[in-house]
């Protein structure tokens, strides 16, 4: 896929010579060949002319085997390889040579119109992807000297600024620079709740605007958005094979060859060595050769994939390949990065200590109105904080940072000193019971910053925290990097699943064991460098088998590449992450990875089922051949029936309940 614009262009030209396509022309045959066989037999039973009965076999022969012959025929001279449609069609040659043209007609009919279901289901899968363009806004509003014009969505520039009005569809990523709103975000990170966008915060294409109205900046052109990179990652994906589907594909190959080879030998042997009958013997041997042949079996697993890949994709779990969809059902024990991914990888502030009385939102206070100019992270925790706490933020005056240390401005006259311990220390000495909170909290991998105001308290006599005189401190800050409030569960859920959990981090130890007692992981490796994550993943692959990697596809990529199944956390519109993993969760949610691993187990069980029950079959047909000379229409019916069965299993219960199962959930949840 290259752009948007030119996957619509060719569409277009498909429908413009649909009379080639085999997608459109295949039903119509098969209808052809469905009323050449009615024709057919009412020739028969009128006693018209032979010549009046065999035209009608010649169309249905040719309507009902084109493109079977023309497939089996491609396969043999550009692969070299004998596949499916070669039997099937010799199946029905054979059957026309000794005068059974009925039964020759009625096995291509069924043929035929089993590929038009097979193509019908698993088309439903692939249309599960392709409907993601329909997410595309035909036009958008873009500002463009001080003018709003209406432009096609793909005319879009890097920079443009987009006007998104209410219910309307954002149709590129980009960043919001004006105006406030709730973003349905469903479709990308598969997120049930409306999202709260204000100024600075990115936003995807195709999610949809909810009741406000957003100035949206463009950070990337139409075919090179989040939502375009997703059609395009899973259309690919859907091409990959499994290893269990590439076994099969390689074993049909082989067993075409055997079941030709053995049907040339029922033909010659039983007449020339026992006396059978010539032609019920070849009529025998065309049975064998229909209900032998493998279909439902190579059929099985890429519809059971294909299926899980498309079902997958709409709760935001993008698989690169059913390799690693039966990867993930394979895995014994998971792999966290810390930052980012079992933490939300942003500072927050965790704990407020005030002195001398002061109230903890007045140090809050405070603190944000000299944080309100600083770029740094911690500056903006603590803003942040202070905003969600509804504190007012006032102006201050003489604002100036000193490098690695901290930042001094003045309010309501009086010098505020903010930053690191050491640093302060040596602009006044620390009250002793401050100091004996602030080496707790240090030692609980938090980090400290203080509040120094100049002539803070004059008299505090006896204060709460061990000053007796005159005291500068108003405080101190713990900020901390906080664990996502799902993860706790998730990780809980894995191992009551028998999945080891391990957590890798480059972060000191302390910080490590603390992050890892609150979520109950004994496996920590801390201090890591990239190239020792990889180390220590084949340490833990050595102990227990396979294992997913889970991080955010930069720092972690040499892990992620080593790993049985490199997991990308809340990798929408991240580059690295979509190209570095084997799967990717579009948003931020833990509880996808569980999902992945429901949605891995049960394709794996699927693509079994449709295994034992396509060998019984053909087992089943094999004998009844040989035993009571089964006909081959019945022989072709539950040969072919077997094939859409499989087909349907694996759509069905891949596919269609866990959809009715979403819009089960919409109805719950209105706000979806």
Not at 481 to 492: F, K, N, T
Not at 570 to 590: I, N, P, Q, R, S
């Amino acid at each position: 896929m290259t752009t948007i614009v030119s996957n619509r262009n060719t569409e277009a030209e498909n429908k413009k010579q649909q009379w080639f396509n085999q997608a459109w022309l295949e039903p119509r045959l098969v209808v052809v060949t469905l009323l050449a066989m009615i024709l057919g037999v009412l020739a028969n039973t009128w006693h018209l002319p032979t010549w009046v009965e065999a035209i009608f076999a010649v169309i249905a022969f040719i309507a009902g085997g084109v493109f079977g012959a023309k497939g089996a025929i491609e396969t043999l001279i550009q692969e070299h390889k004998l596949d499916i449609d070669m039997l099937m069609v010799a199946a029905a040659l054979g059957a026309a040579v000794i005068g059974h043209w009925a039964e020759g007609a009625m096995l291509l009919f069924l043929f035929s119109l089993s590929n038009v279901l097979q193509d019908y289901a698993i088309g439903r899968s692939r249309n599960a992807i392709k409907s993601l363009f329909k997410l595309y806004p035909e036009q958008a509003k873009v500002k463009r000297d001080d003018a709003v014009v209406v432009v096609p969505f793909d005319q879009i520039h890097v920079g443009d600024v987009v006007l998104i009005e209410p219910g309307e569809r954002i149709p590129v990523d980009g960043e919001v620079i004006g105006g406030r709103s709730s973003v349905d975000q469903s479709p990308i990170t598969g997120e049930s709740m409306p999202v709260e966008k204000s100024i600075g915060d990115q936003v995807f294409a195709g999610t949809l605007n909810k009741q406000g109205v957003l100035d949206v900046q463009a950070t990337r052109t139409a075919n090179q958005n989040t939502l375009a990179r997703i059609i395009k990652m899973v259309e690919e994906a859907q091409e990959a094979q499994a290893p269990t589907e590439r076994f099969l594909e390689q074993f049909e190959q082989y067993y075409a060859a055997f079941i030709i080879f053995a049907t040339l030998l029922i033909i010659v042997i039983p007449p020339a060595l026992f006396g059978v009958n010539f032609v019920d013997n070849f009529y025998r041997a065309m049975v064998l050769m229909t209900v032998a042949s493998p279909c439902a079996l190579v059929i099985s697993v890429p519809a059971a994939f294909i299926s899980a890949i498309a079902s997958a994709a709409r709760d935001g779990i993008l698989l690169k390949g059913g390799a690693y969809l039966e990867a993930m059902a394979t895995i014994k024990a998971i792999a966290f990065d810390k930052t980012g991914t079992l933490t939300k990888g942003q500072p927050a502030v965790v704990d407020v200590i005030s002195c001398c009385h002061l109230g903890e939102n007045e140090l809050l206070s405070v603190a944000a109105s000299v944080e309100a100019r600083s770029e740094h992270p911690l500056a903006k925790a603590i803003v942040q904080e202070a905003e969600n706490r509804r504190l007012s933020i006032a102006d201050v005056h003489d604002f100036e940072a000193v490098a690695g240390q901290g930042v001094i401005s003045k309010l309501d006259g009086k010098q505020v000193k903010l930053g690191s311990i050491n640093y302060l220390l040596k602009q006044a000495p620390m009250p002793p019971q401050l100091e004996q909170v602030y080496t707790q909290l240090e030692a609980q991998g938090k980090t400290v910053i203080g509040v120094v105001r100049e002539g803070h308290c004059e008299d505090c006599g006896e204060c709460e925290f061990g000053a007796k005189s005159a005291c500068d401190w108003m405080g101190i800050i713990a900020l901390a990097d906080e664990l996502r409030p799902e993860a706790a569960a998730v990780v809980r859920n894995l191992r009551a699943n028998g999945i080891e959990v391990a957590m890798f981090t480059g972060d000191n130890p302390i910080v490590a064991q603390q992050i890892a007692d609150q979520l109950g992981i004994q496996r920590v490796h801390a201090g890591l460098m990239p190239e020792d994550k990889v180390t220590a993943l084949r340490q833990l692959q050595a102990e227990v088998g396979a294992v997913a990697m889970v991080g955010d596809g930069v720092n972690d990529a040499p892990a992620l590449a080593m790993a049985e199944v490199g997991i990308a956390m809340g990798a929408a519109g991240t580059d690295v992450a979509l190209e570095t993993a084997d799967v990717v969760l579009m948003g931020d949610k833990l509880e996808l990875i569980e999902r992945a691993i429901i949605l891995s187990k049960k394709a794996r069980r699927v693509v079994w089922q449709n295994i034992a029950f396509s060998l019984a079959v053909i087992v089943i047909l094999i004998m009844g051949a040989l035993v009571i000379d089964l006909p081959l229409p019945l022989g072709v019916l539950g040969h072919e029936g077997s094939t859409v069965i499989v087909v349907l299993n694996g759509l069905i219960t891949l596919l269609i309940l866990p959809e009715i199962a979403r819009r089960k959930t919409r109805e719950i949840n209105p706000a979806r």
